[in-house]
């Protein structure tokens, strides 16, 4: 019992925060435990979620990826040019899930093959496909897509947007990827110790880039829903989303360094920023301090992990 | 005289302006222990390290039972049967005993799900059989000791059979009973008939369990002998005299 309690305290102590923040909320607001509000949050946060848990894989392979939301917006440019150019909605969408796919594919292999470090690779290739999008838009937004491919942004199932219902499957899909199956095995191996993984007779590269192929995928998920909803696609799309899905991450538990992840953790953590940002609009606070609130956060979350590993007495790698 | 299993021809090997190995023969036979002896930064770990694949030698071949490699991935090493123990024991510190040990051979269940519960119960049998106690099994590798860590990579060895079998100073961290345990496990797996490689420092342990004897100096086989042929204080004065003169000729 003591074990478990202190495996998974940090994930204990979001649940906590969580409850506490929603006691406050709820004494602040009325509305904020209705059942409208509920789904506001989760509506307005699942685009979060699904590229939090890409990024959670990622983190947990022992890398980071800077160039997530560059790769958001480069599918958006690319699903938006391809509905224009006459794609029907399922082939634009496959396009654009297949690019997120292979920029993912990218940074694996630069990351695999090159041995240069995932900040610097992945910050250059951001700031590629950043200038690709602004060039192919000519820095307009492009807009107009017609409701088949609308729906895919506000449409509802049984009640639910397809956006909650698809974060939801990806939740419930990556807990067995991670931590059931042979491909999250290798992947925190790969955090954890690249050496012994590669000496254990797996091929190492096939790990690294298929992990970033998901996050890749991930982000392309993320900007079907995105761009479904502004009915427009924008060069500047999924600015510092990348930064949202590391603190999700880090805050989650998910060691920086890589070797340990937690899917329940990164879940937690992505719905606290998500009712913190609904606390304050509710109470009317300038959206400028939700950005800072996510930055103070995530050096909370790092200094709170760092703290643990210290008492512990365990070694960061 | 059997033939070898592993027979390596004259391997070179250099980082960068430092010559870690110099055309190296070394060979070694099934149901024997051939220790590797020689000081530090003599290249011991650097040729087993060829042997076990992933570092790619720049000449040189290596026979293995009757094929012939120019060199060998850790996958192909392992498909011939190559177990090894680095030095630096290659765990991952954030995986459980059970974790490391099935690091690329885990058990599944139902084809694609895995088998957490049998490869915990597994691992508990098999650290019993080897006498090998750790207290909690499901505590991640990094809160283990040094000693404990160094008996979880040879558990996972023995877990992994394989006959060619590789020790890379697999006891320096452990205490008098347990590096006696590891001694007659050598014993008991050259029962077996395999073939075990064996760098170490401890001399007395060499002479103890091992059936030939190559010495390594500044990257080259400088003398290979059965043990039978030599003792303990003979092998000390070889390696030390060796040393010195060295020294003479980088003064001359
Ligand atoms: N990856 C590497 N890069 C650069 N030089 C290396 C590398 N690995 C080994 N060397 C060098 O090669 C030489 C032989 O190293 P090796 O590890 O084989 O020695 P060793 O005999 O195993 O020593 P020890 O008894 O200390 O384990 C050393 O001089 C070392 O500095
Ligand atoms: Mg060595």
């Known amino acids: 019992m003591r074990k478990w309690f202190s495996k998974y305290s940090q994930q204990i102590f979001l649940l906590a925060v969580m409850i506490l923040i929603c006691i406050i909320l709820t004494a602040e607001s009325k509305y904020f435990l209705t059942w409208k ?8 946060n699942s685009y979060r979620m699904i590229l939090a848990v890409g990024m959670t894989f990622v983190i947990a392979s022992g890398v980071m990826d800077l160039s997530a939301g560059a790769v958001v917006s480069m599918c958006g440019v690319i699903m938006a040019v391809s509905l224009h150019a ?13 690019s997120g796919a292979a920029m993912g594919a990218l940074n694996g ?18 700031g590629m496909l950043r200038g690709i999008s602004l060039m192919v838009t000519d820095g307009k937004p ?25 974060a939801i499957l990806l939740v419930f899909v990556s807990f067995p990827l991670m931590f059931h199956m042979k491909w999250g095995n290798y992947v925190t191996a790969l955090g954890g110790n690249k050496d012994a993984l590669e000496k254990s007779g797996i091929h190492v590269g096939r790990i690294r880039i298929s992990v970033h192929v998901f996050l890749g995928a991930t982000a392309a998920v993320t900007a079907v829903i995105i761009t479904a909803r502004l009915n427009s696609a924008e060069p500047n799309a999924g600015m510092n989303m990348e930064l949202d899905a590391i603190t999700a991450a880090v805050m989650g538990g998910t060691a920086i360094t890589g070797g340990r992840a937690s899917i329940g953790g990164t879940v937690l953590a992505v719905l606290i920023l998500g009712v913190i940002r609904n606390g304050l ?3 009317s606070v300038s959206s400028d301090y939700q950005q800072w609130i996510t930055g103070f956060l995530l050096l909370v979350s790092v200094l709170i992990s760092e703290i643990r590993v210290r008492k512990t007495g365990a070694l960061m790698k | 005289m059997d033939t070898p299993v592993v027979e390596m021809k004259q391997v070179k090997k250099r980082f960068g302006y430092i010559q870690a190995l110099g055309g190296v023969d070394f060979k070694a036979y099934p149901g024997e222990v051939t220790a590797i002896v020689g000081d530090n930064g003599s290249g011991k770990s650097t040729l087993i390290k060829i042997l076990a694949g992933g570092l790619k030698p720049d000449g040189g071949e290596i026979h293995i039972r009757d094929r012939v ?31 490391n040990i099935f690091l690329g051979r885990e058990i599944m269940k139902c084809k694609i799900l895995l088998d957490h519960r049998l490869m915990r119960e597994r691992t508990k049998e098999l650290l019993k059989r080897l006498h090998i106690s750790i207290p909690d099994i499901t505590q991640p590798v990094e809160k283990m000791s040094g000693g404990q860590r160094q008996a979880l990579a040879v558990a996972r060895a023995v877990y992994a059979g394989g006959d060619i079998m590789i020790f890379d100073e697999p006891t320096s961290a452990m205490g008098l009973k347990e590096t006696s345990r590891i001694m007659e496990l050598f014993l008991d797996l050259k029962k077996q008939g395999k073939t075990i490689i064996l760098i ?18 500044n990257g080259f086989l400088v003398d290979s ?19 010195e003169e060295m020294t003479d000729e980088e003064m001359v």
């Not at chain 1, 017609?146 to 219902?165: D, K, M, P, W, Y």
């Not at chain 2, 177990?83 to 059970?98: E, F, M, P, R, S």
């Not at chain 2, 002998?225 to 040393?243: A, C, N, R, W, Y």
Request: proline share 1%; glycine share 8%.
């Open chain 1, 37 to 44: 509000n509920i789904k506001n949050i989760l509506e307005a």
């Open chain 2, 69 to 99: 490699f120019a060199s060998l991935t850790a996958k192909q090493a392992i498909e011939q049967g190559i177990t090894t123990v680095y030095q630096d024991l290659a765990l991952d510190n954030c995986k459980d005993c059970a974790g």
């Open chain 1, 142 to 166: 492009i807009t107009r897509f017609g409701q088949e491919f609308i729906f895919l942004g506000i449409g509802r199932i049984g009640g639910l947007q397809l956006s909650v219902i698809l």
């Open chain 1, 86 to 98: 006459g794609f029907s909605v399922p082939a634009a969408v496959a396009l654009g899930i297949c």
């Open chain 2, 200 to 217: 170490s420092h401890n001399l007395f342990q060499v002479f103890d369990v091992a059936d030939r004897i190559c010495v390594l100096h």
């Open chain 1, 109 to 126: 292999i630069l990351i695999h093959y090159t041995g240069i470090n995932f900040f610097i690779l992945t910050l250059a290739v951001s």
């Open chain 2, 225 to 243: 002998f059965l043990t039978g042929d030599s003792s303990p204080q003979k092998l000390h004065e070889m390696i030390v005299e060796k040393e």
């Open chain 1, 281 to 283: 609009t509710l109470m």
